[in-house]
Antibody, heavy 117, light 110 residues
Framework: EVQLVESGGGLVQPGGSLRLSCAAS????????MHWVRQATGNGLEWVST???????YYPGSVKGRFTISRENAKNSLYLQMNSLRAGDTAVYYC???????????WGQGTMVTVSS | QSVLTQPPSASGTPGQRVTISCSGS????????VYWYQQLPGTAPKLLIY???QRPSGVPDRISGSKSDTSASLAISGLRSEDEADYYC???????????FGGGTKLTVL
């Protein structure tokens, strides 16, 4: 079964750091682009970052310089290192896969990140 | 404010056909594929349409997507109570070098 499972969410103070993980199974992880997408409570989906199969990375302006996406193909794992966290980063964070013209076709269940003092 | 514009709400009665629009620009919908996702309450999004009008296996053919110039639409015919959900469009934006989502449309089945 194709599956993505996020972990690492929790409560962190403003200015703090957190590292999210996404464990992939059931497919050849290395041939897929991988993404992080977040959703604040009651709000819509917001793209957070993408890493390509060659390790190329992309970020929106809202997180660029604070978040770092990475992958470890040998462990079928995706990561998101989040630094200098702000209250506005509070959201459920989903990992998702994509390939060519098939973007965000499989999603994890999400992990909640709360930034609060 | 989202780069892709969707109506915040839509509604229909069982059996009806409803459409949800998604408006963008030449840098996103105008030149790239459009995707549609369904999000049921408390669950992760699910891919409904890819490459403008293609359905993944398991998505019924009463759900369809289309694109024209810088706009796209999702159509659901034979509306059912289980279609009540939030729907999002998405596309790659060449100017932003990133993915953009619509603000979402809450579909209510009356």
């Amino acid at each position: 079964e194709v599956q993505l499972v996020e972990s690492g969410g929790g409560l962190v103070q403003p200015g703090g750091s957190l590292r999210l993980s996404c464990a992939a199974s059931g497919f050849t992880f290395s041939v897929y682009d991988m993404h992080w997408v977040r959703q604040a409570t009651g709000n819509g989906l917001e793209w957070v970052s993408t890493i390509g199969t060659a390790g190329d990375t992309y970020y929106p302006g809202s997180v660029k310089g604070r978040f770092t996406i990475s992958r470890e193909n040998a462990k079928n794992s995706l990561y998101l290192q989040m630094n200098s966290l702000r209250a506005g980063d509070t959201a459920v964070y989903y990992c998702a896969r994509g390939q060519g013209g098939l973007a965000f076709d499989i999603w994890g269940q999400g992990t909640m990140v709360t930034v609060s003092s | 404010q989202s780069v892709l514009t969707q109506p915040p709400s839509a509604s229909g009665t069982p059996g009806q056909r409803v459409t949800i629009s998604c408006s963008g620009s030449s840098s996103n919908i105008g030149t790239n594929y459009v995707y549609w996702y369904q999000q049921l309450p408390g669950t992760a999004p699910k891919l409904l349409i890819y490459r403008n009008n293609q359905r993944p296996s398991g998505v019924p053919d009463r759900i369809s997507g289309s694109k024209s110039d810088t706009s796209a639409s999702l159509a659901i015919s034979g509306l059912r109570s289980e279609d009540e959900a939030d729907y999002y469009c998405a596309a790659w934006d060449d100017s932003l070098s990133g993915w953009v989502f619509g603000g979402g449309t809450k579909l209510t089945v009356l």
